[in-house]
């Protein structure tokens, strides 16, 4: 499992190789909402996403030796990002398996840190197995999306950085995808302040986390849809499951256009540019699904890679 | 005349009135434009755009006897919103005065804040005439967009900011309009590190201080014309002028493609909402106008505040 310490030491090990984002108060999202809220704008962070503070906390721990046969990511996304950029920062090769079809925009990006990029198939398991296949063949180190130790406690730094900005925090929304970020956040708070609340946001059509501490048990979305594209993992890891039994208080979902209001309320309030899956904490914060009132309330903004094309839709989509 | 001591003052008065914005070290503006580029994202002030700070700076000194009559300023845009924000936090009425058929959106802004809105005639010079008289008549102060010493002084904190935040700055570039936001920066600047070159951008179609400054006596466009609706007054104030003789290097210009296509790459590389005003800089930058190379260089994002439907339509004239 991953503890405290895990992430102190992620903490340490980041430091000078990750952008220490800052709080942003939002008396608007304030007004809005009924709380009193804080933004966390990872979409400001190095490669667009908090992905890399935990590819980048896997990567630095690696034997040099090791490191420099080179490392491997299956992801379509901003995972395989960050494991292009940490990989390149410490001097290894990197492998990023894509689906066919993958945003050529992204692959441009993995591309630009010097990664090589492979097109395989359509589906997750699919780039998985190439990955580790490759892995064994050519001796490289698989960097996984999520179920990774040292990928969790790379995330769980964004609690850290919360509750020094905001030692009396009352509540801490993020999203959740296969669950790194929202396991790591919620050790660092409930380690450190028991009485915080952390909750994580799912959209309704992939709302695997919420469906397995439901059932206490991991469950499956076969054909999970949602313009969340970050947050459709057919299932979580086992450690981030275990992790948000233990630490998680419970899992908000949101409808897609839940999810599009807040991009646009983003862009127009905060200008900010947030992906859909990065602004799945402010839908459900100004959809009134967050209990309470005049909680002082963190939303982790993940991430704001989102194809430019796609946001002149949405925007135009506002005014349809 | 406004010097360093105004700006310091102006500093303290503003604490915990406006957000300190950091600087965001950018390293992919730095490799598209080889210098060390670090973005202030005054679109992320409140109110999204610097002029809160002259507005306030303006607003707090004034006697509250005074004050509570009420202030009024004639603006579209930025200004007004930051005059109709700061006299409410100080508990004062506010009037603004804006043109026939001004922007919806910025209008509700200015509302929200408890303003009086008055629309009134096409041109600056009716809405400056108008607001003069209601002043004279209601006993309000009126509060210059530009050529006035405390705006100037509130609006050279940027400069100070930046000097706090990175010491050894080789290069600043900022926006002009009317000059406030230069003039005030250029004093900060040129009077803490006089080594420090600070260059002003306009655009060609509204390069009313490069003309003046050129000409050596203010000068005149009838009608200036850009994308960068902020960019527009006739001529640059007598004080703006007179500061900027004194202090700044330099005006470069850009034209409105140009301020296009920064806007994108900033929603896409930095994930920030710019408005074309605020883009300025980094579209000198990015058409390689900024003289020398390997400069440590902050290029001001002086506003945010831009309608989502010509962020979409700027987005798609791209793809076009």
Known sequence: ??????????????????TRTRLEA?????????????LKPENLQKTGAFKIRGAT???????????????????SGNHGQAVAHAAARAGYPAVVVVPEGASAVKVAAARGYGAEVIYHGTTSAERAALAGELARERGL???HPFDDPWVIAGQGTV????????????????????????????????????GTLVYGVEPVGGNSMQRSLQAGAIATIEQPRS????????????????????????VLTVTDAEIVAAVVTLLERARL?????????????LSGKVPGSGRRLVAVLSGGNVDLGLLADIIRGRDA
């Open 227 to 250: 313009v969340a594209d970050g947050l459709l993992p057919t299932r979580p890891g086992e450690i981030t499951f275990e992790l948000a039994r233990k630490y998680v208080d419970g």
């Open 159 to 194: 609690g850290l950085e919360i509750l020094e900005d905001l030692p009396e925090v009352d509540l801490v929304l993020a999203p959740v995808g296969g669950g790194g970020l929202i396991a790591g956040i919620a050790v660092a708070i409930k380690e450190s302040r028991p």
């Open 1 to 18: 499992m991953v503890g405290l310490n895990a992430i102190r030491e992620a903490r340490s090990r980041l430091a000078g190789h990750i």
């Open 141 to 143: 180190t698989f960097i």
């Open 26 to 38: 939002s008396a608007g999202f304030s007004r809005m909402s009924g709380h009193s809220v804080y």
């Open 57 to 75: 906390n896997h990567i630095l721990q690696i034997d040099p030796a090791l490191g420099r046969r080179g490392v491997i990511a299956a992801s």
């Open 273 to 285: 540019v947030v992906e859909p899956s990065g602004a799945a904490t402010v839908a459900a914060l």
